[in-house]
């Protein structure tokens, strides 16, 4: 009888062990305190006139105002982006870098790595950048600090690509979710722009 009882009772520490280990395996950003928290996001803009209006000039301070690391395939990338689209301070997990959303590095980020997802974003990661749409006359969303590319070494951009080779739907998902743009509709797998409509 003695013997069953502890047969039993270590039958069901292991089976706690794996329903809550494997929990708190499976959603580790939140076991720390992270949470998908949406505060503070800017108006998602359409067109030139509300981009302006939304997030200022292009390439000023505000648009290169934050950072953050993402490693990418054991490169580290420091993608640049707009003061309105992260940095703001987060209770219990993130301190923040002076932004005002939790937008970019902690709710589109941290769902990334909650769902352990890291290994879908490979090399390529790249956001601000003072520049023309390639072959155009137009300022891309690049030069307002509201554009991020991932993926940039393996996927295509023009005529014919309006399709992705190794952008992941759930990771593009979780952009759109956010409010940004993915550019597979304009044949360009690798961008996500926070505007619609330019």
């Not at 720390?32 to 006139?49: E, F, I, K």
Request: proline share 4%.
């Amino acid at each position: 009888m003695h013997a069953h009882r502890i047969i039993r009772s270590s039958l069901v520490a292991v089976l706690l062990l794996v329903a809550f280990g494997g929990t708190a395996l499976a959603s580790h950003w939140g076991a720390n305190g992270w949470y998908d928290r949406h505060y503070g996001y800017p108006a998602v803009p359409s067109g030139l006139t509300q981009i302006n209006a939304v997030f200022g000039a292009r390439c000023t301070s505000d648009s290169n105002y934050n950072s953050f690391a993402w490693v990418a395939e054991g490169i580290v990338y420091y993608p640049r982006f707009h003061k309105k689209l992260g940095g703001a301070p987060t209770p219990g997990w993130y301190a923040g870098n002076g932004g005002t959303s939790t937008n970019l590095f902690y709710d589109v980020r941290g769902h990334i790595a909650n769902n352990h997802w890291d290994d879908r974003v490979k090399k390529g990661i790249w956001g601000y950048n003072c520049r023309l749409i390639a072959n155009s006359t137009s300022w891309s969303t690049h030069a307002w600090g509201i554009a991020i590319d991932i993926n940039a070494a393996y996927e295509h951009i023009g005529p014919g690509h309006y399709h992705s080779h190794t952008i992941d739907p759930g990771v593009a998902g979780i952009f759109q979710n956010h409010g940004w743009t993915w550019g597979i509709a304009f044949a360009d797998a690798m961008h996500f722009q926070y505007a619609t409509g330019y």
